[in-house]
């Protein structure tokens, strides 16, 4: 799987979130704190300096980082804005992947340093957004992203487009560009349905040129994996590694809701048969397993074993989540 050193690191650093985004899988039916079962069991988990420090510490050749992950906001960490400044500082390159309702905009004025982009999640206008971005507040996240913006910082606006928003995509490509945004980049959706049934609006797909219909499908196309061209690795917040964050999402369910007959989880936990926890083991050895199993991987991958790796890497699904 890794043929070279490993260059680029995803890191979720925590699992706390300040919204309910009615398709995520943090969201689930959980009286008022609409969390999901795995979360319940899970409880709060947050990457700190210290962890970081010592993942870098095995990886000499880390040149980019992507703090985002399955459950959380990576705002929500009590290390984020350290650990923000700490990979700088070590001339590393920083994205933050946010929905940019956490914090001060004194907070995100700091993090605009050379080699930080931050990416926006704003799914709408001041009517709209919050339809998807449960518990988000428009206004403070406008005020976050200028002040980020305005003291120089790159940012990038990326939104999902729903049948309740489409009709304002336009109005919100042109407010981007007024507020000084990089890009203003639509992402093709899946998401649909409502994890939380009573809490919030059944989601419903747009119309189907911003569908990201290959998703939807396990298609026989060879897999093109991502972790395998970029050199990377995920870091969930409770301290497992894996290859990627869509088989992070599947080793974390099946590790918190052992029930769980969902395939994919279960298949994963198969194929990761060994401890990749940096907490009780180090990296290098678990990265070492990863590189010892590669080959296994890969014949699975011929075979169709591995549904997530289907969904996400067959067709090179994971070079088109965008529109063109």
Same mark, same amino acid.
């Given at each position: 799987?890794y043929?070279?050193?490993? @260059?680029?690191?995803?890191?979720?650093?925590?699992?706390?979130?300040n919204?309910?985004? !009615?398709?995520?899988?943090?969201?689930? !039916? #959980?009286?008022?704190?609409?969390l999901?079962?795995?979360?319940?069991?899970?409880?709060?988990?947050?990457?700190?300096?210290?962890?970081?420090?010592?993942?870098?510490?095995?990886? !000499?050749?880390?040149?980019?980082?992507?703090?985002?992950?399955?459950?959380?906001d990576?705002?929500?960490?009590?290390?984020?804005?350290?650990?923000?400044?700490?990979?700088?500082?070590?001339? =590393?390159?920083?994205?933050?992947?946010?929905?940019?309702? /956490?914090?001060?905009?004194?907070?995100?004025?700091?993090?605009?340093?050379?080699?930080?982009?931050?990416?926006?999640?704003?799914?709408?206008?001041?009517?709209? *957004?919050?339809?998807?971005?449960?518990?988000?507040? %428009?206004?403070?996240?406008?005020?976050?992203?200028k002040?980020?913006?305005?003291?120089?910082?790159?940012?990038?606006?990326i939104?999902?487009?729903f049948?309740? #928003?489409?009709?304002? =995509?336009?109005?919100?490509?042109? /407010?981007?560009?007024?507020?000084?945004?990089?890009?203003?980049e639509? @992402?093709?959706?899946?998401?649909?349905?409502?994890? #939380? !049934?009573?809490?919030?609006?059944?989601?419903?797909?747009?119309?189907?040129k911003?569908?990201?219909?290959?998703?939807?499908?396990?298609?026989?196309?060879?897999?093109?994996?991502?972790? @395998?061209?970029?050199?990377?690795?995920?870091?969930?917040?409770?301290?497992? =590694?894996?290859?990627?964050?869509?088989v992070?999402?599947?080793?974390w369910?099946?590790?918190?809701s052992?029930?769980?007959?969902?395939y994919?989880?279960? /298949?994963?936990?198969?194929?990761?048969?060994?401890?990749?926890s %940096?907490?009780?083991?180090?990296?290098?050895?678990?990265?070492?397993?990863?590189?010892?199993?590669?080959?296994?991987?890969? /014949?699975?991958?011929?075979?169709?074993?591995?549904?997530?790796c289907?969904? #996400?890497?067959?067709? *090179? @699904?994971w070079?088109?989540r965008?529109l063109?």
């Amino acid at each position: 799987m890794y043929t070279r050193s490993i @260059k680029r690191a995803h890191f979720e650093l925590t699992n706390r979130c300040n919204a309910s985004c !009615p398709s995520c899988l943090r969201t689930g !039916p #959980n009286t008022k704190r609409q969390l999901s079962g795995h979360m319940v069991q899970a409880g709060w988990h947050d990457i700190s300096l210290q962890d970081v420090k010592e993942i870098h510490s095995h990886l !000499p050749d880390l040149e980019r980082v992507q703090l985002c992950g399955n459950f959380g906001d990576p705002a929500a960490a009590r290390d984020f804005v350290k650990i923000v400044h700490y990979f700088i500082d070590n001339n =590393i390159k920083v994205e933050i992947s946010t929905n940019g309702g /956490l914090r001060t905009p004194k907070m995100w004025a700091s993090m605009a340093r050379k080699g930080v982009l931050a990416l926006f999640a704003i799914d709408g206008d001041e009517d709209t *957004n919050h339809i998807y971005r449960v518990g988000t507040r %428009f206004n403070r996240i406008m005020e976050n992203a200028k002040a980020f913006i305005d003291a120089g910082g790159i940012a990038n606006w990326i939104y999902i487009p729903f049948a309740h #928003n489409e009709h304002v =995509i336009d109005k919100c490509a042109k /407010l981007a560009s007024d507020m000084g945004f990089s890009s203003f980049e639509v @992402k093709k959706t899946y998401r649909v349905g409502n994890n #939380n !049934p009573g809490h919030g609006p059944e989601i419903k797909l747009p119309s189907k040129k911003y569908m990201n219909e290959v998703v939807h499908k396990n298609t026989e196309s060879p897999i093109r994996c991502k972790v @395998k061209e970029t050199d990377e690795i995920y870091v969930a917040a409770d301290g497992d =590694i894996s290859p990627c964050c869509w088989v992070g999402c599947q080793l974390w369910i099946k590790k918190y809701s052992p029930s769980t007959i969902e395939y994919d989880a279960a /298949l994963a936990s198969y194929y990761i048969d060994f401890d990749h926890s %940096f907490r009780t083991n180090s990296l290098t050895s678990i990265v070492n397993s990863y590189v010892q199993k590669g080959e296994i991987y890969e /014949l699975s991958w011929d075979y169709r074993k591995i549904p997530v790796c289907n969904k #996400n890497c067959g067709n *090179n @699904k994971w070079l088109d989540r965008y529109l063109k």
